[in-house]
């Protein structure tokens, strides 16, 4: 859904009309292990706007699971959180009910699925999400008093969904990273992680599956994001460890920040400091804040086997080149 370039601050300064606009979302989009955690909170430490995780996770991990918010307080405990989830349905919705909406999600946006998008089709079960959705990401906007949210669910058709949503303006990056670096990040050990004492277990692919995700998801996000009229910014991850001021200044732009709004004094000379998040679900680093250090991690070109790195190179060809890889 394509909005203006009005100053996204403006709902934070007591602009009269800002209850009857929608609330804009900067969407990330692509697969995992590209770095989308870094980028939400990067562009969430940006003014006016806040990183609110993997949103579509957030019912079964951060509701029926206990999970934890980037705040690192429990989700529902978090005081954007909660007050979000009581507004949105009158009460926490209970962990039975959260599975309920998890499960209808994720049938109703499983890859699979990607041509009845690229259709245009919808039913009253994808009505009732877009509604639920649209009403939970305007209800975090203004309880944080944030006017840009962050959603880094990742998946295009999840993104596809919000897009439909009359009560938001969805501006999709499309975030990518080198595929023989992103398979070799889905086979390390280090899968599993602990930061700041709260541990989750993350799943490990091989080379193969990865790529295919990698192929798919960079292929349905442009087509979903023409379909459903989404602005579309494509920002490499290669890109953002080398320059984050000139990549995130970018992505201010495209977000609707005008020129003398976009103070990225948050970033600088080795990395960035970044702000607290309520990242609601996602790689276990969203709740890191304060200084981050960048370094281009570039262990896959010496430690991806030679052969797996053709097997991934050979997969990820009709996509790779036209970013660059």
Request: aromatic letters at 6%.
């Amino acid at each position: 859904m394509r909005g203006s370039s009005e100053d996204p601050q403006a709902r934070s300064q007591g602009d009269p009309t800002a209850a009857t606009r929608p609330t804009r979302v900067v969407y990330v989009s692509g697969t995992g292990r590209s770095g989308s955690t870094l980028l939400g909170n990067a562009i969430g430490s940006l003014p006016g706007a806040l990183s609110v995780g993997e949103v579509k996770l957030g019912f079964r991990r951060g509701v029926a699971e206990g999970g934890t918010c980037g705040c690192r307080l429990p989700v529902v405990e978090c005081p954007v959180w909660r007050p979000a989830l009581e507004a949105t349905f009158g009460a926490v919705p209970s962990p039975a009910e959260a599975l309920r909406i998890d499960a209808q999600l994720t049938a109703t946006t499983r890859t699979r699925r990607v041509p009845w998008w690229l259709a245009g089709r919808s039913s009253d079960e994808v009505g009732e999400l877009v509604d639920l959705f649209g009403r939970l990401l305007s209800e975090l906007s203004r309880i944080s008093g944030s006017p840009v949210l962050v959603d880094s669910s990742k998946l295009p058709s999840y993104g596809a969904l919000l897009a439909r949503s009359e009560r938001l303006d969805v501006r999709v990056v499309h975030l990518v990273r080198d595929p023989r670096a992103v398979a070799y990040s889905w086979m390390r050990v280090s899968a599993s992680q602990q930061v700041a004492g709260f541990e989750e277990e993350m799943e490990r692919f091989s080379p193969t599956k990865s790529s295919l995700m990698w192929l798919e998801s960079s292929g349905s996000t442009a087509a979903l994001a023409r379909r459903n009229g989404a602005d579309l910014h494509v920002v490499r991850y290669e890109d953002l460890v080398a320059d984050p001021a000139r990549v995130l200044d970018g992505i201010a732009a495209f977000a609707g920040y005008p020129d003398d709004e976009r103070d990225l004094s948050f970033i600088g000379a080795d990395g960035l400091e970044l702000r607290t998040s309520h990242a609601v679900a996602g790689n276990p680093n969203r709740v890191r804040s304060g200084p981050l250090v960048l370094r281009r991690d570039d262990e896959w070109a010496t430690a991806l086997p030679a052969g797996q790195r053709r097997l991934v190179s050979a997969i990820t060809a009709p996509l790779r080149r036209t970013h660059g890889y």
